[in-house]
């Protein structure tokens, strides 16, 4: 199989609380998407907000941090052709009340603030991401 493009998911604490992390990755895999790593664990205050470093200092950060941190999450690395921008359609808009019909966040996502996943919003961010998790030797 040729190599894609690199995107990172996370599924976030209340999809992983709530049971959704297979049909999550069941949907992530029929959207031909390839699971290149992947890891279950629980982010420290420290590791969340080092993540999420680009939206300090924005109303919404500390509650996304604190959020984050509430229980265990799944990141991977997803590989596809046109990963950022296909992964991005699949999710949907942060907010799944606004999110379309059979995205992963009007499926899955409970409000803004309690969304399913996390999609990178660009390749540059993708590999910033991704190299934030994993390491070389945990990518396949």
Request: hydrophobic residues 40%; charged residues 25%.
């Amino acid at each position: 199989m040729a190599k894609g493009t690199l995107t990172l998911t996370m599924i976030k604490p209340y999809a992983v609380e709530h049971g959704y992390v297979g049909p999550i990755l069941a949907r992530i895999n029929e959207a031909g998407f390839r699971i290149t790593a992947m890891k279950y664990l629980q982010l420290s205050p420290r590791q969340a907000e080092a993540f999420y470093e680009v939206h300090r200092g924005k109303p919404f950060f500390e509650r996304l941090t604190k959020f984050m941190c509430d229980g265990p999450i799944v990141a991977a690395i997803l590989e596809k052709e046109n990963a950022v921008d296909d992964y991005r359609s699949l999710i949907g808009a942060t907010d799944p009340t606004k999110a379309e019909e059979g995205t992963l966040r009007k499926l899955f996502g409970a409000s803004i603030e309690h969304n399913a996943v996390h999609g990178s919003d660009s390749d540059e961010n993708a590999l910033r991401e991704s190299d934030f998790f994993f390491s070389q030797l945990e990518r396949f």
